[in-house]
Structure formats: structure tokens, C-alpha cells
């Protein structure tokens, strides 16, 4: 596959995929006339490139992650997971908080009229 069938067929960019190029986590093949063509490999990779940006991790974190062995990829979607869990934990909390603030907001306008 040529450049533009990834960037039509995943929704990535063209930046993102020379990102990732120069990251050594896809290595496509250069064509006689000069464009790069992706193969399986490229494409499974960035898949699971663009699942771990779906997960959270930043994309200047993701080439090292793909690249790491298996055992510590583990390691490091137990430590984010956990950082997700306390980032959900006080988002609801604030949203518990909102929804106070709102509920007295309904109850003021209420008593006034």
C-alpha cells in the first residue's frame, strides 16, 4: 500500500507516518518511482501504534513502547492503567461536585421566584 491508502484507510497523517518511519517502528519498502510502500508488518504496527494513542499514551512515548519486549510493555499498561484509574476516580469526584454546585444553582432560583 502507498502513503495516501494508509492515510485514507487509517485516518493518520502524513507527519505521523514519517514520525514513525524515522522512529524505526515501520520500515516501508521505497518503490522504483520513489514512494514508500507499506507492508503487513507496517500496517500491524501501526495499528497498534494508533491503539495505544487511543489508550492515552503520548505519541513521543509510543516508537519506545512498541519497541520494548513484551514483559515490559505488561509493566507499563499496569502503570498507566493505574494512572487512568486515579484520573477517573477524581473526575468523578469533580463531576459529584459540579453536580452539587448545579443541584444548589436549581435550588436558589427555585426559592427566589
Same mark, same amino acid.
Given at each position: 500500500?502507498?502513503?495516501?491508502?494508509?492515510?485514507?484507510?487509517?485516518?493518520?497523517?502524513?507527519?505521523?507516518?514519517?514520525?514513525?518511519?524515522?522512529?524505526?517502528?515501520?520500515?516501508?519498502?521505497?518503490?522504483?518511482?520513489?514512494?514508500?510502500?507499506?507492508?503487513?508488518?507496517?500496517?500491524?504496527?501501526?495499528?497498534?501504534?494508533?491503539?495505544?494513542?487511543?489508550?492515552?499514551?503520548?505519541?513521543?512515548?509510543?516508537?519506545?513502547?512498541?519497541?520494548?519486549?513484551?514483559? /515490559?510493555?505488561?509493566?507499563?499498561?499496569?502503570?498507566?492503567?493505574?494512572?487512568?484509574?486515579?484520573?477517573?476516580?477524581?473526575?468523578?469526584?469533580?463531576?459529584?461536585?459540579?453536580?452539587?454546585?448545579?443541584? /444548589?444553582?436549581?435550588?436558589?432560583?427555585?426559592?427566589?421566584?
Amino acid at each position: 500500500m502507498q502513503t495516501k491508502d494508509i492515510i485514507s484507510i487509517l485516518g493518520v497523517t502524513n507527519n505521523l507516518l514519517r514520525y514513525y518511519e524515522d522512529q524505526g517502528v515501520i520500515h516501508p519498502v521505497r518503490e522504483s518511482n520513489g514512494y514508500r510502500s507499506y507492508q503487513r508488518n507496517d500496517i500491524v504496527a501501526l495499528l497498534e501504534g494508533l491503539r495505544y494513542a487511543r489508550f492515552g499514551f503520548p505519541v513521543a512515548q509510543i516508537p519506545a513502547f512498541v519497541n520494548e519486549t513484551k514483559k /515490559e510493555q505488561k509493566k507499563q499498561l499496569s502503570q498507566h492503567l493505574d494512572v487512568r484509574k486515579k484520573e477517573m476516580l477524581l473526575m468523578q469526584l469533580e463531576n459529584q461536585i459540579l453536580i452539587e454546585i448545579s443541584d /444548589e444553582d436549581v435550588m436558589k432560583k427555585t426559592v427566589v421566584q
